[in-house]
């Protein structure tokens, strides 16, 4: 086993159960389209920098990153591991069409920010995937669930299929992405954790 992958391995173990509200997504029928296109979604190599069409744009992206970077400090000591987290949020919930804030509440909720967060279930990183999806839209390497990008890109992906699956209805995608459909607990624990992480630029 590489060195790298062992420390991940004993990380991950070490923080077992930790996160309160862990998701364990439901393995489950998906029509051919559907797996074709979030196995689409994961493969595409493209580097996860956030592409901004015009000055505004860049503006609003910079102010944005500027303060989810301060509220992260505590929890993310790192500038460098900060700086790429932020910018794989914005891609990664970007791409999928999820607000950044409502990404970052999800991650807080399953995961606190630990990027090796492994729960009794067996969902993994910040994200907190079950290791199923990598066979079912993967290539079966579990072990890059702990490798930022990869489990940012399931993530997003996996929750856009299910707000999708739901025809918008967020509560029951999120109930359906910690496999508690219908149950108010994770939810409304997202939705609040939502809440303190929305940007309002200044006027």
């Not at 998906?30 to 580097?47: E, G, K, M």
């Not at 993530?155 to 299929?161: A, E, K, P």
Request: aromatic residues 10%; proline residues 5%; positive net charge.
């Amino acid at each position: 086993m590489l060195p790298w992958a062992a420390s991940a391995l004993l990380a991950a173990g070490l923080l077992l159960g930790s996160a309160a509200h862990a998701g364990n997504q439901k393995e489950e029928a998906l029509a051919d389209s559907v797996r074709l296109a979030l196995a689409n979604a994961i493969h595409d190599t493209r580097p996860p920098k956030p592409v901004l069409r015009d000055a505004a744009a860049r503006a609003h992206y910079q102010a944005w990153f500027d303060e989810m970077s301060k509220r992260l400090a505590k929890r993310i000591p790192d500038q460098l591991s900060r700086t790429e987290f932020l910018e794989t949020v914005w891609y990664e919930s970007t791409r999928a069409g999820l607000e950044p804030a409502m990404v970052l509440g999800l991650i807080q909720v399953e995961s606190a920010y630990r990027k090796y967060a492994i729960s009794i279930a067996g969902a993994r990183g910040y994200m907190q995937v079950m290791p199923f999806w990598t066979k079912v839209i993967g290539d079966s390497d579990r072990r890059m669930l702990f490798n930022m990008q990869t489990n940012l890109r399931y993530g997003c992906s996996i929750l856009r299929m299910y707000i999708d699956m739901e025809k918008g209805n967020l509560y029951l995608a999120l109930g359906r992405y910690n496999g508690s459909r219908g149950k108010p607990q994770y939810p409304n624990a997202v939705l609040a954790a939502w809440k303190k992480w929305e940007f309002k630029p200044a006027a």
